[in-house]
């Protein structure tokens, strides 16, 4: 399965690749049982990717983390293997299809005892989370057009030092190119303009994969 993107070379995506920590073995079978599905597999993150996130996993110690669109397991894993004692992991996902792929894989890791699976609208899970401040760790990679409803129920519901990390916001490069008018770079474009004008929090868009946002309270 190819991870590159229009903004990365080949050469340097494949160096990026190779200096992040590898995928384990359950990880690397993940990806094989995921590029099995043919086109959909592209909604897989990168191995880099998840490298990134299982790091800041392990930085943050999160109790409880949150993710919204899980596909076939692959960030969910990444997450879990680095929870800290007694965290967990809440996934939204609507595709029964999808996730058996992946509660298969994160049986396999020994990952299910930290994972909760909710299998229906991402906004009804969320809204039925308690208001006050409780999650550590979130990461959206769902349907773009509701990326700003997500983040929107997630914000108020973040930690002191909660992170929120939003997958696809450079969007193959696209939404920097005023040529691009469809409607999901729109949408994209929409969410990037949302977040930095939102006084509420501190964001730095990072060229990690197809562009991740990695959003935080501001301090007081």
């Not at 995928?23 to 590029?35: H, K």
């Not at 996993?57 to 919204?68: D, I, K, N, S, W």
């Not at 004008?197 to 730095?204: K, P, Y």
Request: charged fraction near 25%; aromatic fraction near 6%; glycine fraction near 6%.
């Amino acid at each position: 399965m190819s991870f590159r993107t229009e903004f990365l070379d080949e050469a340097l995506a494949d160096y990026i690749q190779t200096h992040s920590t590898h995928p384990d073995e359950v990880q690397r079978d993940l990806i094989e049982a995921t590029a099995a599905l043919g086109d959909a597999s592209i909604m897989q993150i990168s191995p880099a990717q998840g490298a990134f996130m299982t790091v800041l996993t392990t930085l943050l110690e999160p109790q409880f983390a949150v993710e919204v669109g899980t596909f076939t397991g692959y960030s969910a894993l990444a997450v879990a293997k680095a929870l800290p004692p007694g965290g967990r992991l809440l996934c939204c996902d609507i595709s029964e299809e999808w996730t058996t792929v992946a509660r298969e894989h994160w049986e396999r890791a020994g990952m299910s005892d930290r994972i909760e699976l909710r299998i229906g609208p991402a906004m009804d899970t969320l809204r039925s989370l308690p208001e006050e401040p409780a999650v550590d760790l979130a990461f959206i990679d769902a349907d773009k057009a509701s990326y700003i409803a997500y983040y929107e129920e997630l914000v108020p519901r973040l930690s002191a030092r909660g992170v929120i990390l939003v997958d696809n916001t450079l969007w193959d490069g696209h939404v920097a190119n005023p040529s691009r008018t469809d409607s999901t770079t729109e949408e994209l474009r929409a969410f990037n303009a949302h977040v930095v004008a939102d006084e509420r929090v501190l964001v730095a868009l990072l060229p990690v994969g197809d562009g991740l946002s990695m959003i935080t309270p501001r301090r007081a």
